[in-house]
């Protein structure tokens, strides 16, 4: 059983900041991708930036240049850090865990999100 557990969500001011982090249950090395999902009512979840099992990052356009992911392996956890917030980066953030396993496919694990608002 996997868990992951966001946390450092809140209220910020449009040109401000909020670091995320999402906490594994499980060493952090034994998925292959981690993700940071932002959800807003009535739209699906959208990826906003993930890392690799070898440390690569990747960022959706709107987080390029503002965000930053980053992870601690011995702590088990990994970090949103976002600048330069607007009010659009407002949403729910969720944390996702991917392993991708020959055997028996691919298996995500999501954890329960917690809550960014950005005021304009």
């Known amino acids: 059983q996997v868990e992951l557990v966001e946390s450092g969500g809140g209220l910020a001011q449009s040109g401000g900041s909020l670091r995320l982090t999402c906490t594994a249950s499980?060493?952090?090395?034994?998925?292959?991708?981690m993700n940071w999902y932002r959800q807003i009512p009535g739209k699906q979840r959208e990826l906003v930036a993930g890392?690799?099992?070898?440390?690569?990052?990747e960022y959706a356009d709107s987080a390029k240049g503002r965000f930053i992911i980053s992870r601690d392996y011995v702590k088990n956890e990994v970090y949103l850090l976002m600048n330069s917030l607007n009010p659009e980066d407002t949403g729910v953030y969720y944390c996702?865990?991917?392993?991708?396993?020959?055997?028996?496919?691919?298996?995500?694990?999501w954890g329960q999100g917690t809550q960014g608002t950005v005021s304009s």
């Open positions: 996702k865990a991917v392993r991708r396993r020959t055997d028996i496919g691919t298996s995500d694990y």
């Open positions: 499980r060493s952090i090395l034994s998925f292959d991708v």
């Open positions: 890392i690799t099992v070898n440390a690569q990052a």
